[in-house]
């Protein structure tokens, strides 16, 4: 299982290693503030359930991507996470990757929708 990791992201053990820790450290810390911030707003057991839930999720799947950035800064995996969150945020926000683009092509398609009838 780990090979299959190491192979994937191209990494070796050592490194693997590492980003499992940070992996682990984030996630425990995560789960630690989004705690914190529920009882910081005043939420206890008598609030509404899903009020906490809604919070919590927010805090998890926003935080996690600034703490896990912070956390690999500590553990020398900046690059491999900075990577990694770039990934994640696209897919979050739905962005495709950048890549160039023609800049003739791009101008013949502007003629080509002037000169086309009824558009």
């Given amino acids: 299982m780990f090979d ?15 980003i499992l820790c940070t992996f682990a450290v984030t996630g425990t810390l995560t789960a630690y503030i989004s705690r914190s911030i529920t009882s910081w707003v005043g939420f206890d057991e008598e ?5 906490k839930a809604l919070l919590r999720i927010v805090v998890l799947l926003f935080g996690y991507q600034v703490i896990i950035l912070f956390v ?11 990577n990694y969150e770039k990934k994640i945020l696209r897919w979050m926000f739905g962005r495709k990757p950048a890549f160039k683009q023609d800049p003739l092509a791009k101008d013949s398609l502007k003629q080509l929708a002037r000169e086309t009838p009824g558009t």
Avoid: E, I, Y
């Fill in 4 to 18: 299959r990791l190491k192979t994937k992201w191209k990494v070796n053990g050592t490194q693997l290693f590492l």
């Fill in 47 to 51: 609030t509404f359930w899903l009020w």
């Fill in 72 to 82: 690999s800064f500590f553990f020398g995996q900046f690059p491999f996470f900075w």
